[in-house]
């Protein structure tokens, strides 16, 4: 299954809603995931199952969508918001990510 | 709290092999299915490779499928990936990740620090 983020650089306040996008070339139910990566920082689990928050994860992060088309919405941006954030499927094997969308200052 | 710390990586020339380890704590090995994700320098994350808890289901990228060998020993909290005919498209940071789920991977939990490959052409 490919994955396609977009937009691939999103510039944006703090305070402000941040509106990602995951289209996958196939449905995947809601066997999606998503991921924050700050800069020289490793990957954390932010979503799973497209749209449960994993342990931690304030509420301003909520996922939605189901079948090809998958949403992660950031409400009221933080500092520490700024990031790549990736989507990733385990419907079928190989497991695959997006690309990554890049939220940055504006 | 989880710890997965990975060690291995360094500098191989086209053609060699490395093996990398991951040691776990914090939480019941043998109970977590396990994986490698890499990243290129400047790039974007890609799954490599998972195996079950129990070591005996293991899963590959095709990238990588039949040069790479994933492995565990649950006695030791360990995780290993045995790298074979590496090439320069292979240098990356590999992290070793922790998945929700027992037998097929799913999504990571945990990730470690990460360790870098690099093949050398």
């Known amino acids: 299954v490919v994955l396609t983020q977009s937009p691939g650089t999103l510039s944006l306040s703090p305070g402000e809603r941040a509106t990602l996008s995951c289209r996958a070339s196939r449905s995947v139910t809601t066997y999606l995931a998503w991921y924050q990566q700050t800069p020289g920082q490793v990957p954390r689990l932010l979503i799973y199952?497209?749209?449960s928050r994993a342990t931690g994860i304030p509420d301003r992060f909520s996922g939605g969508g189901s079948g090809t088309d998958f949403t992660l919405t950031i409400d009221r941006l933080e500092p520490g918001d700024f990031a790549v954030y990736y989507c990733?499927?385990?419907?079928?094997?190989?497991?695959?990510f997006g690309q990554g969308t890049r939220l940055e200052f504006k | 709290e989880v710890q997965l710390l990975e060690s291995g990586g360094g500098l191989v020339q086209s053609g060699g092999s490395l093996r990398l380890a991951c040691v776990a704590s914090g939480f019941t090995f043998s109970r977590s299915a396990m994986n490698w994700v890499r990243q290129a320098p400047g790039k974007g994350l890609e799954w490599v490779s998972g195996i079950s808890g129990s070591g005996t289901t293991t899963f590959y990228s095709d990238s990588v499928k039949g040069r790479f060998t994933i492995s565990r020993d649950n006695a030791k909290n360990t995780l290993y990936l045995q790298m074979d005919s590496l090439r320069a498209e292979d240098t990356a940071i590999y992290y070793c990740a922790q998945d929700r789920a027992v037998v097929t991977p799913v999504w990571f939990d945990s990730w470690g620090q990460g360790t870098l490959v690099t093949v050398s052409s």
């Open positions: 990733q499927t385990y419907h079928s094997s190989p497991i695959t």
């Open positions: 199952g497209a749209s």
